[in-house]
């Protein structure tokens, strides 16, 4: 029979050391830290007051953040810049508000003021920003002569939206009052013309661009008092809507162009 050997758990004598070490290490710093700490305790506080004011201006600088450090707590400065908050005299405070640098007090600074409410003046931020121009792309719309509406002395809930446009006729069925102002106020049809006045401007400017006295020249030709002429004759006979594009107008002018000939000059050309 085979005895069965025990084995034995032998410890390293270096590993207990390094822990006796480490703990008299731990044991020795909890005990300076608890002889250097300064305990806070509520008879200790002291209120600190203050104002804040642009140190430019000498306007208040209301609703500021004032905040203690130590505790991570604060107030808020009122409409008048004024604050008041509790602190320890080994305190500091930081006083943030928008468009001035942080500041901050330090409360031991505060009690050799001997003041109840200590100004305290703010300096404030300035940003250089680059001349900026702005230009415009559409040309200005010009509205000389053209009659401006007035105010409409039906109240808001005798007129819904729809009576911005032409009114259906059933509407003086249910809402008889409202369609008798639509037709026949005079301030009523005073804006309609402005809006439509307003229209026929806008549709102008755009159908310049496909109608106008160089295309003219450039069909036809003509130059001078001969073309001024000409365009007139357009103007009148053209019936074309604002919305044509280039080509329908190219085939109307060369179209009037023939009737302008035989008009002005039966049975020969026009010659500049």
Known sequence: ??????????ENPYTR???????????????????????????????VSGKLIDTETGDIVP??????????GGTISDKEGVFSVQ??????????????KTMKIIVADYLKKNKTIVIYKMAPIRYLVGEVKV?????KLDLYGVPQGNESKVPVELRSDDFNKKP?????????????????????????????AI?????????????????????????????DDFMIYC????????????????????????QYEADKMPGGSITN
Do not use: C
């Not at 409202?178 to 439509?196: G, I």
């Not at 229209?199 to 069909?219: A, G």
């Open 1 to 10: 029979m085979h005895k069965a050997r025990s084995s034995y758990h032998t």
């Open 63 to 72: 609703y500021a953040h004032i905040v203690n450090q130590r505790v991570h």
């Open 168 to 196: 259906h006729w059933t509407s003086a069925i249910f809402s008889p009052l409202s369609f008798l102002h639509y037709k026949l106020n005079k301030h009523e049809k005073s804006k309609r013309k402005a809006m439509a």
């Open 87 to 100: 602190a320890d005299p080994a305190d500091t405070l930081t006083v943030n508000a928008m468009g001035f």
């Open 135 to 139: 230009t415009g792309k559409n040309k």
């Open 199 to 227: 229209i026929t401007e806008s549709q102008w400017d755009k159908f310049k661009l496909v109608y106008n006295k160089d295309i003219l020249h450039r069909i036809t030709g003509l130059e001078g008092d001969t073309l």
């Open 17 to 47: 050391t390094l822990q006796r070490f480490i703990l008299f290490f731990a044991l020795a710093l909890i005990s300076i830290i608890q002889a250097n700490a300064q305990p806070y305790f509520p008879e200790d506080m002291i209120e």
């Open 235 to 258: 103007n009148i006979h053209m019936n074309l809507y604002y919305s044509a594009t280039s080509l329908e107008v190219d085939q109307r002018v060369r179209e009037l162009f023939k």
